[in-house]
């Protein structure tokens, strides 16, 4: 890559002199197509001797952006080449790459300012056309001495820009606010299929957060009735990006209309019920928008952490009392995360070394440490507050390596229950791999504290939980699936192993069984009432309160593998052989396929640890649940009930025409852990000293 300028460096100015280069980033021209609506939304990062000195702003969008930002680097040598990649950002998914350039700055002529075109290429194919990049260039001889960093030839000014580029970063991940959106309906879309309707979702994108919609499938006037919150970001333009799609398997979607929301505009605390026409097409969307501020969640060094200060800590304590117990439902209470070390970790570079740093998640918001380079045990010191929307999140925690060209290597990763963190205590924390079933190398010591509204906690299981903003499509997996054909197929065979035991009565295999069973059956419906349903339910609950030792294991099944005896291979082929048969004709709904049996078993699961006392707050809850119904039905006549339920049915939907209808058992189910979320929550320990396998002997008497 040629640049501007003949002539070399000048010889008046010595080798050991430092130089200054001020570099301005302009625009670029006709950059690559990266998104499936025909653009991209692009960013740059300078890197130098391996180093990241520079990362510009994002620019929604735009294939030909116009940045206008610069940054001064300071240098002892011009050796080394100004690395220049070009990436669209692409939230929730890898971002991909553009295109990258070298400037060799031997070749630039000193003390002027010099206009640089970089056509950008990717390395693996040479003859693709990428666009271009518009800088302006200026070096010069600095004369005055400055203070050498150890490991790089980039100098004190470049690791004050870093510590400046940090802080920004860090201030774009701050939120100020929530967008409470309701997306209702569609109505009048243009038909983009032959038999003249649609099967339409719904994106949204606020910043660098999307949110897709259910597919609606054979209709011009869809009804999604789905509820989502996206944050409002410190550094987010405020400016609501909304496109309809029609989903058309095999091929690529269509676009039936986009439109734009200025959130600006719109007054907070208040819910706005807004008809968006779509531009391009016909149409509309019916959304419920509504704008709440909120506290921020925030980074931290250990020396300022919010719950150790004793005024801001009565404050916080103050605003989750149980006297503010109906006041702003959705803000259930705050965690604090204090990010101490890492030991131990796994090395991935070449030089058996690694440079960490920690992610921290929960629901969608996404907060990072700095990056500790060339070092297996880094210290962080680091404290991050979040806001609790539903205390039945998980806090996952993701240790990286930053890789200088390639997307960060994973190390190892920790989930936690925000219902299972003890206050104040700091622990060792063994890191998992990606799907937190196996031990990865190393540990994390963290400590965190959790302070919420136990009321807010309990109202929230009423209602759906929080989704994701946007999610992979999960992978269509035999191992998968087959896993969860087992897994319905033991709770399949619990079920037929009671009715046989029941029908093993009737049939009167054991006499005295028999017996005990008639007496059973006639007093208990001669003595039955409605009242006595809940009640048997909470006898059941207070049961495995007190005799929950064997109940523990989740699902109530025995997790013990089956062993390969006498014709375990051949048990074992037949089920392959079962599952290829079943596999073969879902071939064109292998999706469905396979969330038809994971749901199936969470489900089935779910509702068996509910009443094992798996999650203890959500067994106190349905104890209380149960109390009040066995209650209610004692006092109050059948028929007032049933008239109660069906008034409202009837009145609901002239009551509140845009209600989100929702199954609060099934949302209640959906925060209890199924058998394999109580596995990877659960955490590792390492016993010192011999090796766990082994026995020790007892100690002579």
Known sequence: MAAPGSSGVDPAVPSSAMYKLEVELKRGNNLAVRDRGGSSDPYVKFKMAGKEVFRSKTINKNLNPVWEEKTTLIMDCLSDPLYVKVFDYDFGFQDDFMGSAHLYLESLEQQRTIPVTLELKDPNHPDQVLGSLDLAVTLTPKDSPVEERRDSPVRLLVIKHNKRLSELHRKSQLWRGIVSISLIQGRNLTPMDPNGLSDPYVKFKLGTQKYRSKTMPKTLNPQWRQQFDLNLYEETGGVLEISVWDKDTGKRDDLIGRCQLDLSTLSKEQTHHLDLALEESRGY????????????????????????????????????????????????????????????????????????????????????????????????????????????????????????????????????????????????????????????????????????????????TAVPAEQKYIEDEPKVSKQLLQQNFNRVKRCIMVLISYGAYINSCFEWESTQRSIISFVLFVVVVWNLELYMLPMALLLLLVWNYFFSSAVRRPGGVSQRPERPGRGGVARREDQEVSIKAWMKPLQPHRQCSQEVPSSSSSSSSSSCSSVNWTVPFLSWLAMAAMCVATVVLYLVPLRYLVLAWGVNKFTKKLRDPYRIDNNELLDFLSRVPSDVQVMQYRGLKVAPGPSPNKRRKPPPS
Not at 417 to 427: A, F, H, I, T, Y
């Open 285 to 460: 969307v019916v959304l419920l928008v509504t704008l709440t501020a909120s506290a921020h969640v925030s980074i931290a060094d250990l020396s300022v952490t919010p719950l150790d200060d004793p005024q801001e800590r009565r404050e916080i304590l103050a605003r989750y009392s149980a006297w503010r117990s109906f006041s702003n439902l959705k803000d259930v209470g705050i965690v604090q995360v204090k990010v101490m070390r890492a030991e131990g970790l796994m090395a991935a570079d070449v030089t058996g070394k690694s440079d960490p740093f920690c992610v921290l998640e929960l629901n969608n918001d996404r907060l990072q440490t700095h990056t500790v380079y060339k070092n297996l045990n880094p210290e962080w010191n680091k404290v991050f507050t979040f806001n609790v929307k539903d205390m039945f999140s998980v806090l996952a925690v993701t240790v990286f390596d930053e890789d200088r060209d390639r997307n960060a290597d994973f190390l190892g990763k920790v989930a936690i229950p925000l219902l299972s963190v003890r206050n104040g205590e700091q622990k060792s924390y063994m890191l998992k791999n990606k799907e937190l079933t196996r031990r990865s190398k190393g540990a994390i010591y963290l400590e965190v504290e959790v302070l919420y509204n136990t009321v807010k906690a309990a109202l929230k």
